[in-house]
C-alpha cells in the first residue's frame, strides 16, 4: 500500500510569513494525525481528526494554527504569521479506526520547517 | 507534552550485542507501544503492549512492562547496523489511538 504522502518535504521562509503543510493519508484510513517534532524530542500532537472532524485540537495555538480536512481525506496544516519557535518537523500520521482496540499510526517523511 | 521519559538518552553498542532502553510514564494507560524512527524519516510502529500484559516478543523485539512501576523496556536481541535509529514509546491514554510520545533513545549500532 502507499505510505502517508508529505510535502514539501522542506521549507525555509522568514519569521511573520505564511507557510501551509500538506498530507494525503493511507487510503482507508479515517483518523488522521498532526505532530509536531522538535530537535531531539518526541512528536507531540497537534491535531487529531476522525473524517472530517477535529475531535482533538486542544494543543494546536489555535491564535497561528489552523488545519482543515475537506472531505475527510487529505489534510491541510498552516501556521500564520510563522515565528521562530515553530522552528521544527511536522509530521503527519494515520490510522484505521481503532474500534475497540487500536490501529498503529503510519506516519509521513514529514516536513522541515526552518523560520529564519 | 511529553508523557514518557526514556533511558538512556542516547546508547553505542557493537552489532550482535543486545540493546535495552527503558521508558517510565507517568499516568494509567491502556496500552504502550513502540516506535522507531531512521534519521530523516518518519516513525514505524514496532510492537504494542496492553496493560494487562507483562511481556510481549516480536522477532528480535521484547518488550516488558510493569504497570506499578509505570515503566516498560524494549530488548533489541543481536542488534543489527540496520537497527541504528531513535526509538520512541507512546502511551495511550485514554483510548481512541491517542498517543503521547517519550523523549527517545537514540541507538547506534557498530559493525
Known amino acids: 500500500e502507499a505510505g502517508v504522502v508529505q510535502s514539501p518535504r522542506y521549507k525555509i521562509i522568514e519569521k511573520k510569513q505564511p507557510v501551509a503543510f500538506w498530507c494525503n493519508p493511507i487510503?482507508?484510513?479515517?483518523?488522521l494525525y498532526w505532530y509536531r517534532q522538535n530537535l531531539g524530542q518526541g512528536p507531540e500532537l497537534l491535531i487529531r481528526?476522525?473524517?472530517?472532524?477535529?475531535?482533538?485540537d486542544s494543543q494546536l495555538p489555535k491564535d497561528r494554527f489552523s488545519a482543515e480536512r475537506l472531505k475527510g481525506v487529505d489534510s491541510t496544516l498552516k501556521i500564520q504569521p510563522a515565528e521562530l519557535g515553530d522552528s521544527a518537523v511536522y509530521l503527519c500520521?494515520?490510522?484505521?479506526?481503532?474500534?475497540?482496540?487500536?490501529?498503529?499510526?503510519?506516519f509521513g517523511n514529514g516536513t522541515r520547517l526552518t523560520v529564519t | 507534552s511529553q508523557q514518557g521519559e526514556e533511558d538512556p538518552q542516547a546508547l553505542s553498542i557493537q552489532e550482535g550485542e543486545n540493546a535495552t532502553m527503558n521508558c517510565s510514564y507517568k499516568?494509567?494507560?491502556?496500552?504502550l507501544q513502540w516506535y522507531r524512527q531512521n534519521s530523516g524519516r518518519g516513525l514505524v510502529h514496532l510492537i504494542l503492549?496492553?496493560?494487562?500484559?507483562r511481556e510481549k516478543h516480536s522477532g528480535r523485539l521484547r518488550v516488558t512492562l510493569d504497570t506499578s512501576k509505570k515503566s516498560s523496556s524494549l530488548l533489541i536481541t543481536a542488534s543489527r547496523a540496520a537497527d541504528t535509529a531513535s526509538y520512541f514509546c507512546?502511551?495511550?491514554?485514554?483510548?481512541?489511538?491517542?498517543?503521547?510520545f517519550g523523549t527517545g533513545t537514540q541507538l547506534k549500532v557498530e559493525l
Open positions: 500520521a494515520s490510522s484505521a479506526s481503532p474500534g475497540t482496540g487500536y490501529s498503529p499510526l503510519h
Open positions: 487510503s482507508g484510513h479515517n483518523t
Open positions: 481528526y476522525e473524517n472530517e472532524e477535529a475531535v482533538d
Open positions: 499516568t494509567s494507560i491502556n496500552n
Open positions: 503492549i496492553r496493560s494487562n500484559e
Open positions: 507512546a502511551t495511550d491514554t485514554g483510548g481512541g489511538n491517542k498517543l503521547t
